[in-house]
């Protein structure tokens, strides 16, 4: 069963990124920022690289495998509330959903995550791999968050599946450099993150950095006020103010800057 869901998701993922990035390349950019794909590719895919792998050596109590065990135990909230499977499904999506919205809001607010978000956050151009651009020592606090979620909530173990592969769909396509009409992407932020919505979020102005901290849905931003409309195309410089994309896009440099004094 494990290994036809991994192949399942695996096969989608991959499916959604040879998609994505065809579309970037037949594209326009959706600025006049330049892509610069060989100069950042390198960190963003070594990063990429990591994570799947620190992602397979943890799979073990990662929240599918938790799930299981959660399910074999009859733990977590929904579990002891006998909800109907359809519910548990529903709620469990939702919770994690929460749960990923609130975790991102708290790497920009505590300092000490900040300093390992913000690697995410140096990339001076958008595309589908900066949804790989994330500090290893994240990824692992990522994991254990969301084990411990599933755990406390009982969430099906189809809930999680299907929420783990949105959520990393998600990435990806919020990311993206694409272009998408602006009827479409106003009717689908009105659920879903889209990338324009995400741009405001990498912008260089601090404020916006605090906005649209959305994994899956737009749901969360709206409840809590950090949800701001997405400015023009291109609206503006992305990255941090005064980190450099020569500096920032340095495989060294992205794996150490959460330990350099400031």
Known sequence: ???????????????????????????????????????RWGLNLTLGGVGFGLGRVLAVI???????????????LLAWASAPPAMAFVLAFLALDLAVYAQH?????????????????????????TAWRFHPLELVGSLFWKSAVVIAVGAPLEAVLVYEAALALGALFTHADI??????????????????????????IASDQKTNYG????????????????????????????????????????????FRQR
Do not use: K
């Open 1 to 39: 069963m494990e290994i036809g869901a991994d192949a399942w998701r695996f096969g989608l993922l991959w499916g959604a990124l040879a998609l994505l990035l065809v579309l970037e390349t037949l594209q326009a950019p959706r600025s006049s920022r330049p892509r610069r794909r060989a100069a």
């Open 179 to 204: 272009r998408l009409s602006p009827w479409v992407d106003q009717a689908l932020r009105l659920v879903i993150a889209t990338p324009a919505a995400h741009e405001r979020h990498h912008g260089v």
């Open 215 to 258: 994994g899956v849905m737009t749901l969360w931003d709206r409840l809590f006020g950090s949800w701001r409309a997405p400015g023009a195309a291109g609206m503006g410089a992305l990255g941090l103010d005064g980190v450099s994309a020569q500096t920032a896009d340095r495989v060294g440099q992205g794996l150490l800057d959460p």
């Open 105 to 129: 809001r708290a790497l920009h607010e505590n300092a000490f995550l900040w300093r390992l978000h913000r690697v995410h956050h140096t990339d001076t151009t958008l595309d589908v791999t």
């Open 62 to 76: 990662g929240p599918v495998a938790v799930a299981e065990w959660a399910a074999s135990q009859g733990i977590g």
